[in-house]
């Protein structure tokens, strides 16, 4: 009897965009995907990625049963053995060394599950480490610094309101390729179409002529690491010409003459020679965004991975405040997410408590931020002998082996680990180093919701998706073996059934502090009666069903009838249009004032290095990062449909500077930075600056002891290894932009 097809809806979980997909499936096998035409952000669009998930559900190399190392051999095991043997190796650590001894590394693809959105911290805190370490550091927290000294929250970060806006200006972004990066907003290239056939402009600053690039009305090629001399010329341009309009908002905002003396050095004719960009450029830019009715500037991964992100984030919100286009329609706006967002009912940040600086790394003394340190000194962590040396790893869906600066050292320091567990799908260039792995399901055999993302989106929108194949008969779910491990490493006695017994406590908690906390849709209620509300499901469905319920659009238990829950959710598979985005100051600002903060000193006091730094020079040539639209850091190089065809990890250089090498397309040259030197394809285009050299993040898969067939056979190289870990931000933040290195052609 020939089996029937089913069509499942799902949230495509591979990048910020959020895109509905129509899965088609016959039995366990996935026979078509396509864009889900009725998904109110994505409306159909899909890109290679998402068609990508067929593959990846079947990839051979993909783990599917835990995994001990012995020696160099690996052999597949219970999941009972697995749990038993990462408790006894973790617990031995932790037991002749102390807690500081276990560190954590969460990767990005964690923001992007339930479980680790849900679950993770939970370990984590268990663990009772400071030594935790994730991919923000490698390239988010600038935003979320600047946001929380300026608007009171980590996550208060305003996203440009792109259908509405007139005039766009991205900086060292390329939205066409990321689909929006803190901006969730699938089918870029439809919404700044969008925008030009209305009549409004987009212009583009960045070393390279990026797809995005090539759809701007205007493009400005900017020297790497000087972003934030351009926008402190628009700044002083703003101030000069008397183009200051925050009449709007003049009551919540406080600094303003502070950030008038900040910028009063920096005239468009100071800093033009250091960004290689023209001074009456830079003042038609402030003219413009200071006359258009609707304005936006939003800047990303090449603002944030560079050596002043923070410096270079706090000015986009200077000027998007400055200009009057904070908080209004087609301007930057707060979204108001169904869960986990900053509420009327929030509470303030105290004076003086933020998430910055609380405690120190041990090595370098490098501050922490957002409760974990910087990536840059993983390695220190783990080599240098003493106190609170990290001696055993837990790492979740990461490979900081390929993504962290001066990735050779890290390489070398995680073979130095006494003990290693891993949750991941595959046995990577990390991985490889792990005593024990546990294998993470498919992303079509766990439900998904974008806890994180829809933070950031650029519409209010609420979509859960159920798994599209039941999980194998032996196999625990994500959320249930960070429970497990959890349990198996905990001292308390817990009941018959741990992984139960931990899942109750948590929705009690959550329940617990909810009901008691002033100003709560739910407060004064009875704890007990919710849970038993609750009771019918169990795991992240049930904790996402209480967020859900007693978020803004919630029933709130039946305070408000009618509102969003899980189950009206389950019941709209396409997913909940919450509507565009809405004025939300007074509301969502946390700061002690209850004010927009224009000039944080931390922040302000920055730019006395920033001068120091630009006296220092140029470098004859800069390295910086790209992306591509068929991968999404290191992991996606192990399917065939997303490496195949032309060779992209490749060296980009100007067609002047490979004429002054005496270099022709496709020969190799060295590349050769304070902390490593590869060899790399030249391609040879005039979309990059000149003294600009360009190579993709993610690859150099030729590492040994690897399970990632496909990947090895597009190897590429790792430009991580020129990268440098001694060299951060503000933040913390690793700088992986604007890397001064040599070239030297290879002589045959």
């Known amino acids: ?123 984590v805190r268990s663990l009772g480490t400071k030594n935790v370490f994730s991919a923000s550091t490698m390239d988010q927290v600038p935003k979320h610094l600047a946001a929380e000294l300026m608007f009171g929250d980590v996550i208060n970060i305003p996203v440009p309101d792109i259908d509405r806006t007139d005039y766009l200006m991205i900086i060292g972004a390329n939205p066409l390729v990321s689909n929006g990066s803190m901006m969730t907003a699938p089918n870029m290239r439809k919404r700044i179409k969008d925008l030009q056939n209305r009549g409004g402009k987009l212009v583009v600053i960045d070393p390279v002529k990026t797809i995005t690039a090539q759809q701007a009305d205007v493009h400005h090629m900017i020297r790497p690491g000087t972003d934030a001399l351009f926008l402190l010329g628009i700044v002083h341009t703003l101030f000069k010409e008397e183009l200051i309009s925050i009449e709007r908002l003049a009551h919540y905002v406080n600094g303003v003459e502070e950030v008038r003396k900040a910028a009063s050095d920096f005239s468009p004719e100071e800093v033009s020679s250091l960004c290689e960009i023209e001074a009456d450029d830079i003042r038609k830019v402030a003219r413009d965004l200071a006359s258009s009715p609707k ?15 923070t410096v270079t984030t706090w000015l986009i919100n200077v000027i998007n405040t400055l200009t009057g286009n904070l908080d209004r329609e087609g301007g930057v706006m707060f979204t108001n997410p169904a869960t986990g967002g900053v509420t009327a009912s929030s509470k303030r940040r105290k004076e003086g408590s933020i998430h910055f600086g609380r405690f120190h790394s041990r090595t370098r003394s490098v501050p922490e931020v957002l409760g974990e340190l910087p990536v840059n000194t993983m ?22 082996a390929l993504s962290a600066p001066n990735s050779k050292r890290l390489q070398k320091a995680l073979g130095q680990l006494d003990f290693m567990v891993s949750i991941d799908i595959y046995l990577n260039e990390t991985t490889r180093n792990a005593n024990v792995i546990f294998p993470a399901p498919s992303p079509l055999e766990k439900a998904h919701y974008d806890l994180a993302l829809y933070k950031f989106s650029v519409r209010n929108i609420s979509n859960y998706s159920k798994s599209v194949f039941s999980l194998p008969s032996d196999m625990p779910d994500e959320w249930e073996i960070i429970l497990h491990l959890m349990a198996e490493l905990s001292d308390e006695d817990l009941e018959k059934d741990p992984v139960e017994a931990l899942d109750t406590n948590l929705i009690t908690a959550m329940v617990k502090k909810e009901v008691s906390r002033t100003g709560s849709p739910i407060f004064e209620y009875e704890a007990v009666k919710i849970l038993e509300e609750l009771s019918g499901r169990k795991g992240p469905s049930r904790l996402l069903d209480f967020l859900i319920r007693v978020g803004p659009y919630g029933d709130h238990f039946g305070r408000n009838p009618g509102g969003l829950t899980l189950a009206y959710l389950e019941e709209h598979p396409h997913g909940v249009d919450l509507g565009p985005l809405k004025p939300r100051i007074p509301e969502v600002l946390l700061t002690p004032s209850g004010k927009v903060e224009l000039a944080p000193e931390l922040i302000v006091r920055d730019i006395e290095r920033l001068r120091q730094k630009c006296a ?81 993040h993610g690859w150099g898969h030729q590492l040994s002891g690897t399970r990632i067939e496909t990947a090895s056979k597009h190897a590429g190289v790792n430009m991580n290894i020129l990268t440098d870990d001694l060299e951060t931000d503000l933040s913390g933040n690793a700088v992986l932009n604007g890397i001064p290195v040599v070239l030297e052609p290879i002589l045959n």
Not at 381 to 391: A, H, R, T, Y
Request: hydrophobic share 35%; aromatic share 6%.
């Open 379 to 400: 390695a220190d962590e783990i080599e240098n002998p003493g106190d609170g040396q990290v001696k055993a790893l837990l790492t979740f869906a990461g490979n900081p």
């Open 295 to 309: 304005a936006a500037v939003y800047g990303r991964m090449g603002t944030c991975t560079q050596s002043f992100g």
């Open 1 to 123: 009897m020939e089996k029937e097809k089913v069509v499942s809806y799902k949230t495509c979980p591979l990048c910020e965009a959020t895109c509905g997909l129509e899965i088609h499936t016959v039995g366990k096998n996935v026979v078509d995907i396509r864009g889900d035409k009725l998904d109110p952000l994505s409306k159909g669009y899909l890109c290679p990625k998402g068609y990508s998930l067929k593959e990846l559900h079947d990839d051979p190399d993909r783990i599917r049963k835990p995994m001990i190392r012995e020696g160099t051999v690996w052999r597949e095991v219970s999941w009972t053995e697995a749990f038993r043997e990462a408790a006894k190796g973790l617990r031995s650590v932790r037991e002749k060394y102390g807690s500081s001894s276990l560190g954590v590394y969460i990767g990005n693809p964690s923001a992007h599950t339930l479980a680790g959105q849900l679950y993770f911290s939970q370990l």
């Open 616 to 696: 220092d020079g140029k470098s004859k040539f800069m390295l910086i990062g790209r992306r591509d639209l068929r991968s999404n850091n290191s992991w996606m190089h192990n399917l065939e449909g997303l490496v195949k065809g032309k060779e992209r990890c490749t060296l980009w250089l100007h067609t002047k500077d490979a004429q002054q090498l005496g270099l022709s397309n496709g020969e190799r040259v060295k590349v050769i930075s304070r902390t490593g030197e590869l060899q790399a394809a030249a391609e040879i285009n005039d979309n990059i600056m000149p003294g600009v050299i360009s190579l993709p």
